[in-house]
Nanobody, 121 residues
Framework: QVRLVESGGGLVQAGGSLRITCAAS????????MGWYRQAPGKQRELVAT???????SYSDSVKGRFIISRDNTKNTVYLQMNSLKPEDTAVYFC???????????????WGQGTQVTVSS
C-alpha cells in the first residue's frame, strides 16, 4: 500500500525557519504533482504550495516569497522550506501526491497524516 509520511514539524519562534519533509513509499509506478496543504484549528484545509513532476511550482498568496517547495524524484520526496514564519502559519501540514501505483491504472490523490507546525510569537 502506498503511504505518505511527513516529518520535520515542531515548535519555532516567529521569524524563524523550518523544513518539513514528505516521503512516499510503496509500489509506486509514477508520481505526478505533489503539494502541501495546511489546516489550522477551526478552519478548512487550504492549499499552500504545489510542484509538478518537472519542477514547476505554485504558491498561495499568504506564503509566496517566504516558503519554497521542492522535490527529489529519485527519492519520491517533497520538501517545504518555511522561512520568516508567522504565528498565523501555525497548522497541521499535510502532504499530497497525485500518483499511480500498481493496484490501479489511474492516478489517485494520496494524503499523509500531517505534521504539526507551531509558530510562537
Amino acid at each position: 500500500q502506498v503511504r505518505l509520511v511527513e516529518s520535520g514539524g515542531g515548535l519555532v519562534q516567529a521569524g524563524g525557519s523550518l523544513r518539513i519533509t514528505c516521503a512516499a513509499s510503496g509500489r509506486i509506478f509514477s508520481i505526478n504533482a505533489m503539494g502541501w496543504y495546511r489546516q489550522a484549528p477551526g478552519k478548512q484545509r487550504e492549499l499552500v504550495a504545489t510542484i509538478t513532476r518537472g519542477g514547476s511550482t505554485s504558491y498561495s498568496d499568504s506564503v509566496k516569497g517566504r516558503f519554497i517547495i521542492s522535490r527529489d524524484n529519485t527519492k519520491n520526496t517533497v520538501y517545504l522550506q518555511m522561512n520568516s514564519l508567522k504565528p498565523e502559519d501555525t497548522a497541521v501540514y499535510f502532504c499530497n501526491a497525485d500518483l499511480v501505483d500498481y493496484s490501479d491504472y489511474r492516478s489517485r490523490q494520496y494524503w499523509g497524516q500531517g505534521t504539526q507546525v507551531t509558530v510562537s510569537s
